[in-house]
């Protein structure tokens, strides 16, 4: 009787007591394996670039010949391989390395337009303005670039000074208002010396890419300003017609 009562009595218990252990255990199943992985495994910390170091934009030569001149610039194309926050790193003629902790801090398209218009007026332009266009705006050139290559070049180790760069890039001058090519032309830009590892200097290197490439298409420009016939002279009594704009 006593037996049968005991047992009566730690039913009784284990049943009032169940419902408010219950939440309890599930939460410890739970949160148990996430509590485990974090003490386990630490992610290295990201870091961030953006192109347009301030360092560049001094000591620039300008170039009077366009001082009187505006240009559109349109979204630049880069590569699908570098469509990616990941900043790339070439190991050889066909391995390349996207790293997971260096990255772009703005879309690698955007950030090289921005770079290169700015690089533009720095030059002398009296404007470079980057898509979309305020409505009706005229420009004298548009000017469309497509990046082939923008990368860290990797012989040796990290640490090693056997590092370079390459950017490599086409571009195109074209009229605004028929939309006809006037010029293009080639950037193939390589720079050694880069500390393999030292994704600062790095995006620096690059950086002087951008400002090669603003230097080609300056000179682009220039040439095709130098090329335009000479407006001719009204004989008498006829009054000179203004410039189409662009």
Not at 3 to 32: C, E, N
Not at 34 to 59: E, H, I, K, M
Not at 70 to 92: K, M
Request: some cysteine; aromatic content about 6%.
């Amino acid at each position: 009787m006593d037996t049968s009562m005991s047992m009566r009595h730690a039913t009784r218990a284990i049943r009032w007591l169940l419902p408010k252990m219950l939440p309890g255990m599930l939460l410890g199943i739970l949160l148990g394996p996430v509590g485990c992985f974090s003490l386990g495994r630490t992610a290295p910390p990201q870091n961030y670039f953006v192109l347009g170091g301030d360092s560049l934009w001094v000591d620039v030569p300008t170039s009077p010949e366009v001082a009187a001149l505006a240009v559109g610039v349109r979204r630049a194309t880069v590569a699908s391989y570098l469509a990616s926050p990941f900043i790339t790193v070439r190991r050889g003629p066909n391995q390349v390395d996207l790293s997971q902790v260096n990255r772009w801090g703005e879309a690698l398209d955007a950030g090289i337009t921005r770079v290169v218009a700015r690089d533009l007026v720095s030059r002398g332009f009296r404007d470079a303005v980057v898509v979309p266009w305020p409505v009706q705006a005229r420009y004298d050139y548009v000017i469309q670039i497509d990046v082939l290559r923008f990368e860290g070049l990797a012989l040796g180790e990290p640490g090693s000074v056997d590092g370079g760069v390459h950017m490599l890039a086409t571009w195109e001058i074209l009229g605004q208002k028929d939309g006809v090519v006037l010029a293009r032309g080639t950037t193939d830009y390589r720079r050694p010396g880069w500390r393999v590892g030292d994704y600062g200097a790095l995006v620096s290197l690059l950086d002087g890419g951008l400002d090669q490439l603003a230097g080609d298409l300056t000179a682009g420009v220039i040439r095709l300003v130098a090329s335009r016939p000479p407006p001719s002279t009204p004989g008498p009594g006829v009054a000179s017609a203004s410039p189409a704009v662009r």
